[in-house]
């Protein structure tokens, strides 16, 4: 894993949501990896994107997601960052589901995109969105890092994935 940046003078209060009746984690402890991508404007009647989420316990695909965005973005940006926040809210269901089950979880879930634009937003604690659309998927994935619950880095769009899963 990629060092966490420090997030305390913009979400301070940032934690993870963890059950407070969970049981004692027990066995081998499990890593959750993820890849995220879209494919702008990908149909050619709405011009709606794709998202695409794979996401690994260990080794092993468990959770894959395909579905076509109910907004359509402007940018390419858009579209990624619409994917990743989608991709976040999978990663904390697993997250409670894995715990709720009794299984120990190492650190935060390495989420990877192949989008250089939403890494540096998503894990740059003073980068700045003007776009109020962007600006809330973005907010949404990046109180999850400065929890400690994803870290994002970069994938090349070579070994992504979750590129297939935005395939037609």
Not at 68 to 94: C, D, N, R, Y
Not at 145 to 157: H, Q
């Amino acid at each position: 894993h990629e060092p966490r940046p420090d997030w305390s003078d913009f979400h301070r209060d940032a934690e993870e949501a963890i059950p407070p009746d969970m049981p004692e984690p027990l066995g081998e402890p499990i890593e959750i990896t993820g890849f995220v991508d879209s494919d702008h404007a990908g149909d050619k009647v709405t011009r709606r994107s794709r998202t695409g989420v794979l996401l690994h316990a260990n080794t092993s695909p468990i959770i894959w997601h395909s579905k076509k965005q109910t907004s359509i973005e402007t940018s390419s940006f858009g579209s990624e960052f619409a994917a990743m926040k989608v991709a976040v809210e999978l990663i904390e269901g697993l997250r409670y589901k894995l715990r709720m089950m009794g299984l120990p979880l190492v650190g935060p879930a390495c989420l990877k995109s192949d989008n250089m634009s939403v890494i540096k937003n998503s894990s740059i604690p003073e980068s700045v969105l003007k776009k109020k659309s962007n600006s809330i998927a973005c907010h949404c994935v990046r109180e999850q890092a400065a929890a400690g619950v994803v870290l994002v880095s970069y994938e090349p769009t070579q070994s992504n994935l979750a590129d297939m899963l935005t395939k037609a």
